[in-house]
T-cell receptor, first 116, second 113 residues
Framework: DTEVTQTPKHLVMGMTNKKSLKCEQH?????MYWYKQKAKKPPELMFV???????INESVPSRFSPECPNSSLLNLHLHALQPEDSALYLC???????????????FGPGTRLLVL | AQKITQTQPGMFVQEKEAVTLDCTYD???????LFWYKQPSSGEMIFLIY??????QNATEGRYSLNFQKARKSANLVISASQLGDSAMYFC??????????FGPGTRLSVLP
């Protein structure tokens, strides 16, 4: 089973709203990722959690706040977003978050976010 | 620095025909992994196939095969017997030791009935 689930599928929010994106995996993976993808572009890495600890933050603005409550769950809290933050947000997981070249990332279906 | 190039922004193929999607990469690391992902319009990135730099044989997974030419630094994806459901965006990606994925710009494949 290589399933990563994400909720909600679609989200529309105003610039003053606070919302959260959720991601869940039951593959026993110990690394989880958030990516942002604009239309017709490849995904861009935002955050990496390895063994429930934040290991990489790719200089993401503080209006995006990740949280990893346990090894199966990953949240992305959103606050005071800008219209240019509208994008597809993808969650992924991998076995160990190791440095090895062969570690495959498995992606969820994404949340399409529109900021008005 | 690592870089992935996919020179075909869009490709068309007739149903049941084979198609090759190009990917070239640039790295000075001797150890690396190459991945192909499929992204339908629904958005999910679906892992298709993996090739390690030290693998002696080209990877295959069902209708997908990877034409790995190390000297040319190319890792082309071959899809045999195309199906309408193969219409999607395809991303080539590379990983080197200690680094996260580097994605190419993608190729949009359209399968014609």
């Amino acid at each position: 089973d290589t399933e990563v689930t994400q909720t909600p599928k679609h989200l529309v929010m105003g610039m003053t709203n606070k919302k959260s994106l959720k991601c869940e995996q039951h593959m026993g993976h110990r690394a989880m990722y958030w990516y942002k993808q604009k239309a017709k572009k490849p995904p861009e890495l935002m955050f990496v959690y390895s063994y429930e600890k934040l290991s990489i933050n790719e200089s993401v603005p503080s209006r995006f706040s990740p949280e990893c409550p346990n090894s199966s769950l990953l949240n992305l809290h959103l606050h005071a977003l800008q219209p240019e933050d509208s994008a597809l947000y993808l969650c992924a997981s991998s076995q160990a978050g190791s440095s090895g070249v062969a570690e495959t990332q498995y992606f969820g279906p994404g949340t399409r976010l529109l900021v008005l | 620095a690592q870089k992935i190039t996919q020179t075909q922004p869009g490709m068309f193929v007739q149903e049941k025909e084979a198609v090759t999607l190009d990917c070239t990469y640039d790295t000075s690391d001797p150890s690396y992994g190459l991945f192909w992902y499929k992204q339908p319009s629904s958005g999910e990135m679906i892992f298709l196939i993996y090739q390690g730099s030290y693998d002696q044989q080209n990877a295959t997974e069902g209708r997908y095969s990877l034409n790995f030419q190390k000297a040319r630094k190319s890792a082309n994806l071959v899809i045999s017997a195309s199906q309408l459901g193969d219409s999607a965006m395809y991303f080539c990606a590379m990983r080197t030791y200690g680094q996260n994925f580097v994605f190419g710009p993608g190729t949009r494949l359209s399968v014609l009935p």
